[in-house]
């Protein structure tokens, strides 16, 4: 496509549930992050992909944040029994190359979490 | 580690004022710095990038910013704002071997005052 498209744009869950949450990035882009941004606050890194390497998990906050990327493309951020403060904006961006050298990152519009 | 510091969560400024958003990072070797904007309902863009090859940076929109190494610092300035810069705007440092991991600062909400 030709933006980095993030579903669903809204998901509201109970307290408790698993949620997975989806970002197809541009074609061709080696690298994809997710961000986390919890209402009135900056981007908290989560997890980074780039190409075939070992992903840097370094950000995710718990064992019950997980993530995968099947080769260059569609990634999955899932959190299983989710809590209240799981609630936030989860952002996806990719990068043509890896994104601190001379890459630009490309966010899609990011998947609204509410836990009840 | 490296990581942004954004000082001031809100500035106000006037219409046709100067915009200055400050923004200071750690660093132990010289870094990769950004600057992105994130309008109202809108997802994040790039607005300028630092990447060793001059110190001031030009944008989009009119703004620029200037690294300064002795001051470790990249903020951000427009000489005259618009209504239409309304917005959050955030630094961001790469990190790691390949400055590959990018970190943001904790943003800063610009708004402007007719």
């Known amino acids: 496509g030709a933006g980095v498209s993030q579903s669903p744009s809204n998901k509201v869950t109970e307290k408790g549930k698993d949620v997975e949450l989806r970002c197809d990035p541009i074609?061709?882009?080696?690298?994809l992050y997710w961000y986390r941004q919890r209402l009135g606050q900056g981007l908290e890194f989560l997890i980074y992909?780039?190409?075939?390497?070992?992903?840097?998990k370094s950000g995710l906050p718990s064992d019950r944040f997980s993530a995968e990327r099947t080769g260059e493309s569609v990634s999955t951020l899932t959190i299983q029994r989710t809590q209240q403060e799981d609630s936030a904006v989860y952002l996806c961006?990719?990068?043509?190359?890896?994104?601190?050298?001379?890459?630009?990152?490309?966010f899609g519009e990011g998947s609204r979490l509410t836990v009840l | 580690a490296q990581s942004v510091t954004q000082l001031g969560s809100h500035v106000s400024v006037s219409e046709g004022a100067l915009v200055l958003l400050r923004c200071n990072y750690s660093?132990?070797?010289?870094?990769?710095l950004f600057w992105y904007v994130q309008y109202p309902n809108q997802g994040l863009q790039l607005l300028l990038k630092?990447?060793?090859?001059?110190?001031l940076v030009k944008g989009i929109n009119g703004f620029e910013a200037e690294f300064k190494k002795s001051e470790t610092s990249f903020h951000l300035t427009k000489p005259s704002a618009h209504m239409s810069d309304a917005a959050e705007y955030f630094c961001?440092?790469?990190?790691?071997?390949?400055?590959?991991?990018?970190?943001f600062g904790s943003g800063t909400r610009l708004s402007i005052r007719p």
């Open positions: 630092y990447t060793s090859a001059a110190t």
């Open positions: 074609s061709g882009h080696t690298a």
């Open positions: 961001a440092v790469g990190r790691g071997s390949s400055a590959s991991k990018i970190i």
């Open positions: 961006a990719s990068s043509s190359q890896a994104g601190g050298s001379t890459g630009e990152l490309f």
């Open positions: 660093s132990s070797v010289p870094p990769y």
């Open positions: 992909f780039q190409g075939n390497s070992a992903p840097d």
